[in-house]
């Protein structure tokens, strides 16, 4: 047996704070435990977002944790073609469409929905893509294409779910209300989501379930903020052809407050704690590892 495979893989738009070394910790640990191997995976798909100075301190805190990982470290920034040929694939089997609706003229439609009673959202608390853009005739999106409008191409749910109609992942850690063992996926609940948009050729979900398996990763050990989203990337995996890997999720740390920790709290980012003298063991202490 090939030695298990385990990620993490931060944004580089903030500062890592506790729950990120709690998450580090956690994928370093259980890859030395099983004799696998870690790899650290830099998601930077969005140029508005994420800094290079903040990469930089992502290696910098990671290593002082006391966490080896494997390099070369993917970039996501560097592999769009990947996540365009995925576009393509999905585009074929007919799977996207383009929607033209800005953000305004989104949350107008949802305020109009609104009047006929609450409109559904999803389980990060967005409403569900209110248009109508799917039923769009084909003249009229070429047209808009054309005019250079920018757009977002999203997931016909209804379609794809008739694709992958008995849909499952092995949770081995727990789902915010203690799911564990087979949780049926329920991608529906997001709606058509979006999986690229006309500037960056991919999106959070697709560019994660493509890294994730051109990396051969077999154990995603991330926070339970992200639990609902594994929905996402098993249907995606289905449409693409993937096979599943197994999923922890694991408990978030808060805030004195309870509220999930934010990387703009200046409290509880790991060089501020660095600065006030903490060590990697204080670090391991405070988000309750042994
Ligand atoms: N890049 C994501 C984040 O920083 C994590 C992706 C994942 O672990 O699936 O929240």
């Known amino acids: 047996m090939p030695p298990p495979v385990f990620r993490f893989a931060p944004s580089p738009n903030g500062y890592l704070h506790l729950g990120h070394a709690f998450s580090a910790l956690l994928n370093s640990d259980l890859a030395r435990e099983a004799g696998g191997r870690l790899l650290l995976r830099?998601?930077?798909?969005?140029?508005?977002?994420?800094?290079?100075?903040?990469?930089?301190?992502?290696?910098?805190?990671?290593?002082?944790?006391?966490?080896f990982w494997e390099t070369p470290v993917r970039r996501q920034s560097e592999h769009f073609d990947a996540y365009r040929e995925a576009v393509e694939r999905l585009t074929a089997q007919g799977l996207l469409y383009p929607s033209f609706e800005s953000r305004t003229e989104i949350a107008r439609l949802v305020a109009e929905r609104e009047k006929a009673g609450p409109w559904p959202r999803d389980p990060d608390g967005a409403p569900l893509y209110p248009g109508a853009a799917r039923?769009?005739?084909?003249?009229?999106?070429?047209?808009?294409?054309?005019?250079?409008?920018?757009?977002?191409?999203?997931?016909?749910?209804?379609?794809?779910?008739?694709?992958?109609?008995?849909?499952?992942?092995?949770e081995q850690g727990e789902g915010p209300a203690g799911e564990h063992g087979t949780v049926p996926a329920r991608p529906e609940a997001w709606g058509d989501v979006i999986l690229a948009r006309k500037e960056t050729p991919t999106s959070y979900h697709l560019s994660v379930v493509i890294d994730d398996a051109l990396q051969g990763v077999t154990d995603i050990v991330r926070g339970q903020d992200l639990f609902w989203s594994t929905s996402v990337h098993r249907l995606l995996q289905e449409l693409l052809g993937?096979?599943?890997?197994?999923?922890?999720h694991h408990r978030l740390i808060r805030d004195s407050d309870g509220q999930k920790l934010s990387k703009s709290t200046k409290a509880t980012a790991l060089r501020e704690l660095r600065a006030g003298g903490a060590r990697p063991a204080d670090i391991r202490r405070l988000v309750g590892l042994s």
């Open 42 to 67: 830099i998601e930077d798909i969005d140029p508005t977002r994420c800094r290079v100075e903040f990469e930089t301190a992502i290696y910098e805190d990671l290593a002082w944790l006391g966490i």
């Open 135 to 170: 039923s769009l005739p084909a003249p009229e999106r070429q047209r808009l294409i054309e005019a250079g409008t920018p757009y977002a191409l999203r997931l016909d749910m209804a379609a794809a779910r008739a694709r992958a109609k008995h849909l499952a992942w092995t």
């Open 242 to 248: 993937i096979a599943p890997p197994a999923y922890r």
